[in-house]
């Protein structure tokens, strides 16, 4: 079977999705015909709160929820075959993931602009909301941690995409000053930028920086970036939104979309043949039910996406009416990415000759079986396919192989980064308003907030525990990887539950909403008890950390319950 197959199938489902199925939803249930004054304009403060053109809040919003999730989970993923990996890419997307952000989005410019956390005690009770601030909390610290390890790595593997990356961040603060300063029309910085940073990707191509040329060791030299990116991400997350934030995420979705057609041109090109079977028979790793669902968490659907949707997004929204095209179509954008991810896994890979691979290290001809050969080195190997796979792709375009190459390294990188320090941000209003909550007023200082954000996560990166998988020493964010898929799914079915108790006290259709909700919390729970097994005898710290996650979920569950058993009781 030939890898257009699976691009083709990708796009009509998306197209479809978004024409008729996110119009349905817009009229049946979110209604986004009720006239309301969005908070960006009701709270307008030109720091958090500010009124934006979709097309430029759509680049903050893809950006930030596209970033290296989508593209780790599906190259992990591919090990039980490319079958379950589409499916679960594309259907997930159209009739999970893009229903949740875009609900998300809705009830919060609905709300004034309040997270799903401070809306669950409107709709359930105070109990929860400080359940859900916990659980939020944890998982950003996760989210932190990972992708700030996989950028790192990327700089260090491939020096070549160091320049780029870091050019990006003065070119973003020049455009933001022209654009809001400046009184500037949005079409020509834009555009002027965007040349500009596919030149620095050349230069860059021939312009390796790597700390190690100058005596840093490998781990060094990793550890280094890390720190830079935590300082970063920290300085970002409390600069008003249009200096940094909007600019760069404006820019680098135009970056990105290009990326992705180079992408899929190269597959129209090349047309490579799948190399992976449709549905892997030995396993010597977990079973695919329900450890697939988890394993491509972001590619899907993903809580983390709600957070954006609700921390930063709807504070941005101009008009109720650009919430389909924000929310939804932002979705569909990153279904767009994972399926690239995939195909770069699972027929891509097969036109890579010599190579490295992070878990086996030099490989002369790779393909599926080589890659793929154990859940181990599947897992180890990370985002390598992606890189490998699709880098090869873009060669096939006339691209020498190390621009290829840095050009794959920018992407996810860029994809990464944009999520880290809109993750800070988030991490900062929901520690505010646990503050808040609890009346601890140093957590509603900013600085202070945005070194609790940080400095955890820091923790999560330099220490090191045994993975009970693979029995490997691993960093601590990456061990625990497979918590934040389950953890991150069921935040999403957590956020769903929000969303159905409340357009079911509207009067609205809920199954759209309901059915994805009770998917996701019954994955997520077996897939949490099946490394809470794992985990119990090898680390009594993540077990007990896995079983205090299963409680909260547990306990966020019954509130639910109770609420919707006191409303039947009363009619």
């Given at each position: 079977m030939n890898s257009i197959s699976l691009a083709l199938f990708g796009f009509i489902v998306f197209f479809l999705g978004y024409k008729f199925y996110s119009k349905w939803l817009s009229k049946r249930?979110?209604?986004?015909?009720?006239?309301?004054?969005?908070?960006?304009?009701?709270?307008?403060?030109?720091?958090?709160?500010?009124?934006?053109?979709?097309?430029?809040?759509?680049?903050?919003?893809?950006?930030?929820?596209?970033?290296?999730?989508?593209?780790?989970?599906?190259?992990?993923?591919?090990?039980?075959?490319?079958?379950?990996?589409?499916?679960?890419?594309?259907?997930?997307t159209v009739f999970m993931g893009a229903v949740h952000d875009f609900g998300a989005l809705v009830i919060s410019v609905k709300e004034k602009g309040k997270s799903v956390a401070d809306?669950?005690?409107?709709?359930?009770?105070?109990?929860v909301r400080i359940l859900f601030l916990i659980f939020i909390i944890l998982l950003i610290w996760l989210v932190l941690a990972v992708f700030a390890m996989a950028i790192a790595d990327l700089f260090v593997a491939i020096p070549t995409s160091v320049l780029p990356v870091n050019i990006a961040i003065i070119i973003a603060l020049v455009v933001g000053w022209m654009i809001y300063k400046k009184q500037v029309g949005v079409f020509f910085p834009s555009l002027a930028a965007l040349i500009l940073l596919y030149i620095f990707v050349w230069v860059g191509s021939q312009t390796p920086l790597s700390l190690e040329t100058i005596g840093f060791s490998k781990t060094q030299a990793t550890n280094t970036w890390i720190i830079f990116l935590f300082i970063y991400s920290g300085i970002a997350s409390v600069l008003p939104v249009w200096i940094l934030l909007q600019p760069r995420d404006y820019i680098n979705s135009h970056l990105l979309i290009v990326g992705l057609a180079l992408l899929y041109l190269g597959v129209?090109?090349?047309?490579?043949?799948?190399?992976?079977?449709?549905?892997?028979?030995?396993?010597?790793?977990?079973?695919?039910?329900?450890?697939?669902?988890?394993?491509?968490?972001?590619?899907?659907?993903?809580g983390f996406h709600g957070l954006v949707s609700s921390g930063t997004s709807s504070k941005q929204l101009d008009q109720l009416s650009d919430a389909r095209f924000v929310g939804y179509g932002g979705m569909i954008g990153e279904g767009t990415l994972a399926l690239a991810s995939t195909i770069a896994a699972v027929a891509?890979?097969?036109?890579?000759?010599?190579?490295?691979?992070?878990?086996?290290?030099?490989?002369?001809?790779?393909?599926?079986?080589?890659?793929?050969d154990s859940w181990s080195h599947a897992t180890g190997n990370k985002a390598a396919a992606f890189v490998?796979?699709?880098?090869?792709?873009?060669?096939?375009?006339?691209?020498?192989?190390?621009?290829?190459?840095?050009?794959?390294?920018?992407?996810?990188?860029?994809?990464?980064?944009?999520?880290?320090d809109t993750a800070t941000r988030v991490?900062?209003?929901?520690?505010?308003?646990?503050?808040?909550?609890?009346?601890?007023?140093?957590l509603k200082n900013k600085l202070i907030a945005t070194l609790i954000a940080v400095i955890p996560a820091m923790l999560l990166v330099f220490t090191n525990v045994s993975d009970p998988s693979t029995g490997v020493v691993k960093q601590t964010g990456w061990v625990l990887w497979p918590i934040f898929g389950a953890s991150n799914q069921m935040?999403?079915?957590?956020?769903?539950?929000?969303?159905?108790?409340?357009?079911?006290?509207?009067?609205?259709?809920?199954?759209?909403?309901?059915?994805?909700?009770?998917?996701?919390?019954?994955?997520?729970?077996?897939?949490?008890?099946?490394?809470?097994?794992?985990?119990?005898?090898?680390?009594?710290?993540?077990?007990?950390?896995?079983?205090?996650?299963?409680?909260?979920?547990?306990?966020?569950?019954?509130?639910?319950?109770?609420?919707?058993?006191?409303?039947?009781?009363?009619?």
């Amino acid at each position: 079977m030939n890898s257009i197959s699976l691009a083709l199938f990708g796009f009509i489902v998306f197209f479809l999705g978004y024409k008729f199925y996110s119009k349905w939803l817009s009229k049946r249930i979110y209604d986004l015909q009720e006239k309301i004054l969005t908070p960006a304009h009701e709270f307008r403060d030109d720091v958090d709160f500010l009124p934006t053109r979709k097309h430029i809040l759509f680049g903050h919003h893809f950006t930030s929820i596209a970033g290296a999730a989508p593209i780790i989970g599906p190259c992990i993923a591919a090990y039980w075959g490319w079958l379950p990996a589409i499916l679960w890419v594309v259907l997930g997307t159209v009739f999970m993931g893009a229903v949740h952000d875009f609900g998300a989005l809705v009830i919060s410019v609905k709300e004034k602009g309040k997270s799903v956390a401070d809306i669950s005690a409107k709709i359930l009770n105070g109990r929860v909301r400080i359940l859900f601030l916990i659980f939020i909390i944890l998982l950003i610290w996760l989210v932190l941690a990972v992708f700030a390890m996989a950028i790192a790595d990327l700089f260090v593997a491939i020096p070549t995409s160091v320049l780029p990356v870091n050019i990006a961040i003065i070119i973003a603060l020049v455009v933001g000053w022209m654009i809001y300063k400046k009184q500037v029309g949005v079409f020509f910085p834009s555009l002027a930028a965007l040349i500009l940073l596919y030149i620095f990707v050349w230069v860059g191509s021939q312009t390796p920086l790597s700390l190690e040329t100058i005596g840093f060791s490998k781990t060094q030299a990793t550890n280094t970036w890390i720190i830079f990116l935590f300082i970063y991400s920290g300085i970002a997350s409390v600069l008003p939104v249009w200096i940094l934030l909007q600019p760069r995420d404006y820019i680098n979705s135009h970056l990105l979309i290009v990326g992705l057609a180079l992408l899929y041109l190269g597959v129209f090109i090349a047309r490579p043949e799948l190399d992976a079977p449709m549905l892997r028979t030995t396993l010597d790793g977990p079973p695919i039910f329900p450890l697939l669902f988890v394993t491509i968490a972001c590619g899907a659907i993903s809580g983390f996406h709600g957070l954006v949707s609700s921390g930063t997004s709807s504070k941005q929204l101009d008009q109720l009416s650009d919430a389909r095209f924000v929310g939804y179509g932002g979705m569909i954008g990153e279904g767009t990415l994972a399926l690239a991810s995939t195909i770069a896994a699972v027929a891509g890979i097969s036109l890579v000759t010599q190579c490295n691979l992070p878990a086996v290290g030099n490989v002369v001809d790779l393909n599926w079986s080589v890659y793929y050969d154990s859940w181990s080195h599947a897992t180890g190997n990370k985002a390598a396919a992606f890189v490998l796979g699709g880098g090869a792709l873009i060669e096939s375009l006339g691209f020498s192989k190390n621009l290829a190459t840095t050009l794959m390294a920018v992407l996810v990188i860029s994809f990464a980064a944009t999520t880290l320090d809109t993750a800070t941000r988030v991490q900062r209003f929901i520690l505010s308003e646990l503050g808040s909550v609890l009346n601890i007023k140093p957590l509603k200082n900013k600085l202070i907030a945005t070194l609790i954000a940080v400095i955890p996560a820091m923790l999560l990166v330099f220490t090191n525990v045994s993975d009970p998988s693979t029995g490997v020493v691993k960093q601590t964010g990456w061990v625990l990887w497979p918590i934040f898929g389950a953890s991150n799914q069921m935040l999403a079915a957590l956020i769903l539950m929000i969303l159905t108790l409340y357009f079911w006290q509207r009067k609205k259709p809920i199954f759209p909403l309901l059915i994805p909700m009770l998917f996701l919390m019954g994955i997520t729970i077996f897939s949490l008890i099946y490394k809470a097994k794992e985990f119990f005898g090898s680390n009594l710290l993540l077990f007990a950390l896995d079983i205090f996650l299963i409680g909260l979920i547990i306990w966020m569950i019954i509130e639910g319950l109770v609420i919707v058993f006191n409303k039947v009781k009363k009619v």
